[in-house]
């Protein structure tokens, strides 16, 4: 059965097409979930693109977590179902506290988008189950509040319970630890900045973003 | 019966976060002929009206209304001044 991908487009988004072009080359079926949803129909997977959701206006992601879609969408994480948060849907989900952290403008106050090359620091979460604990991978990213912030203890427990999923080679932003992704204790909620929707064709010079996006497509 | 209280939220990194923007100015500064200062920190602040029964009520709303929204705890603090409105 052909893995149904729900995308979220709130007032903003701006990758939404992409992922589903994305999901849609790797197998899977894309769809668009609008933000004003109250339930997320038969979708497989969720996932929260990137862009500026309800204009960045306040914080990154402030706004959004408010979105009435918001609600299923933390019933559909904390029963296990895959949950992905790219770039800005990243600065969703950790204001919705369904990831720790939050992240803040980059250390050199310019806005980013570069190829980077990313290694897989845990094969615990819904993205990386397929890959293996150093594998390289280019990915670009296009942000300007990229940069990983924590408390220790959270760090520490991030460190303890395997849930730093991706780190930056080249740390680019400031982002604490170079972490560039991670995910929730159960490994079923995914944050990174890196888009592997932009990565998921030769013609866009690199498909290592799909070896992410297929640990949606594959299941359990 | 109710009164009007202007409320106003200053919103700001917490300590020990970098602020890229503070430093950035801060370097800027000198440059200006502005000699000796430090500690540079941006900030953004809110100002708005609420209506409640008292003050001590108001203060109540406000803080939790910065807990759950107006700020991020992880990264920010925020400095609630609160008076009777005119």
Redesign the interface.
Known sequence: MTTKVGVVVFPGSNCEQDVVEAVDTIGGFGELLWHKDTGLGDVDAVVLPGGFAHGDYLRTGAMARFSPIMDPIGRFARDGGPVVGICNGFQILTEAQLLPGALYKNRGLKFLCQPTMLRVNSTGSVLTRGLSVGDELNIPINHFEGNFICSEQVLAQLHDKNQIVLTYRDNPNGATADIAGICNESGNVVGLMPHPERAAHPLLGSTDGALLLKGLISGD | MSAAFDVAVEVS?RDG??D??GL?IERALPALGFEGVSDVRVGKSLRFAVEASDEAEARQQVEAMCER??A?P??EDVDISLSPAL
Request: negative net charge.
């Open positions: 990194l976060i970098a890229p923007e950035t929204f107006l991020n992880v990264i």
